[in-house]
């Protein structure tokens, strides 16, 4: 018996999709609830499973293809894979679908799922650099992103020729290019960031941070706090408890703009930047002044986790306040990061640095951070924004403020 695969239905925020991965090809076996289709929006991956045991019967939609919310992008099969008869009937073509394995024999003696093939492309990862462990030796998606995952930075790995593109022949003086399609994500991410810089009134202050008293109570209390809340304690939590109180002082830092008005937001909804591979997210951390630090650690795992699956969904991602942005943890030492439409503010971490201090009229060496806090002017003054950052600095070089609310 034949069914439809259907997109899934998009929210009501979501137009369109484009059709990112196809697990399973026509003729391909799947289990019930088995992953055979990834449909990337300009907010999140949406996955289609198999209804049943059966067989991928036709493919309407490929890969890139755009297609609406509930639209046919398929026809399923089921029963066919326990069914000799009918599958025999697809053997003749086996050889066919078997090898989208000219493509991959094209880049190198591995043969790579469509998945793995695409995942590979996209981080420029050769093929029989990666160990399969699928059947007959495939290579799958997941040897490919465990390969990523444990892929030293730099070094040789960084010199080897991206997958699928020619090496260079010096002595002929090639160049080689590699012209990839943006994703739907990555050109959502490109389209706001542009509106943000072109519609706000945007600009950045700065401050610096001693680190030392936050770093001085993770070496104290970490190995009691994993031990009582399974979990290790960051810098995270603490920087965004230091805005939570914060946005209380300055209600115009925790507020947006809606047309000509401007609305205030009696919580805190604090968004944290997580990269992946598709681009950057912005999961939210729902009223932020109700979670302990262990609270907000967990969910920060929890949606990195989910973030780098591509199992983050819109409810995760929708609203938000504030947003706080981590280029510390890549090594940047100072930036200044662009707004995240309608919040008026966004908060940037950077590297910790060890530097020459004077304190007390010594010089002395601390491990420090900069700090920035870009904001829009319309609705911001520069007082507010300036006194917002030294009220986060202030908890952060003294904790008990936090606790003691001074």
Not at 208 to 224: A, L, T, W
Request: charged share 25%.
């Amino acid at each position: 018996m034949s069914t439809e695969i259907k997109a899934p239905v998009f929210p009501e925020s979501v137009a369109e999709g484009t059709v990112a991965t196809w697990h399973k090809q026509p003729g391909e076996a799947c289990s019930r609830d088995e992953l055979i289709v990834d449909i990337e929006t300009d907010k999140v991956v949406l996955e289609v499973v198999a209804p049943a045991d059966g067989v991928i019967e036709e493919v309407l939609k490929g890969e890139g293809d755009t297609v609406e919310s509930g639209e046919v992008i398929g026809k399923f099969k089921e029963g066919a894979a326990g069914d000799s008869k009918p599958a025999e009937g697809k053997k003749e073509e086996a050889p066919k679908e078997e090898a989208p394995k000219e493509e991959a024999a094209a880049s190198g003696d591995a043969i790579l799922s469509p998945a793995a093939r695409k995942l590979a492309d996209e981080n420029n990862v050769d093929p029989n650099s990666v160990k399969g462990t699928g059947k007959d030796g495939r290579v799958t998606k997941e040897d490919v992103q465990s390969h990523i995952d444990n892929k030293p930075a730099g070094g040789a790995a960084a010199a080897a020729p991206a997958a699928g593109m020619p090496e260079v022949n010096v002595a002929s003086g090639e160049r080689p290019e590699k012209r990839v399609p943006m994703t739907r994500l990555r050109a959502s991410i490109a389209k706001r960031l542009v509106n943000a810089q072109q519609s706000a009134a945007m600009l950045t202050t700065f401050n610096e941070v001693n680190m030392g008293p936050i770093m001085e109570m993770r070496k104290q209390y970490q190995d009691s706090f994993v031990k009582r809340h399974g979990i290790k304690l960051g810098f995270m939590s603490f920087f965004t408890k230091a805005a939570t109180e914060a946005l209380k002082r300055f209600p115009a830092v925790n507020a947006s703009i809606d047309g000509n008005d401007m609305v205030y937001h009696g919580y805190q909804d604090i968004g944290v930047a997580v990269s992946t591979d598709r681009g950057l997210v912005v999961p939210v951390l729902r009223d932020s002044d109700a979670m302990g630090l262990a609270d907000i650690e967990k969910k920060i795992v929890e949606y990195g986790t989910k973030a780098k699956d591509g199992k983050l969904g819109i409810e995760d991602m929708t609203g938000g306040t504030f947003t706080i942005t981590n280029g510390g943890i890549f090594g940047s030492l100072i930036s200044t990061p662009i707004l995240n439409p309608p919040q008026t503010a966004i908060l940037g971490m950077h590297k910790i640095q060890e530097r020459p201090m004077a304190v007390n009229g010594k010089v002395e060496i601390q491990p420090m951070m900069y700090l920035a806090l870009s904001y829009d002017h319309r609705m911001i003054d520069g007082k507010e924004a300036v006194q917002f950052l030294v009220a986060i600095k202030e908890m952060l070089e003294d904790p008990a403020r936090i606790l003691l609310d001074v």
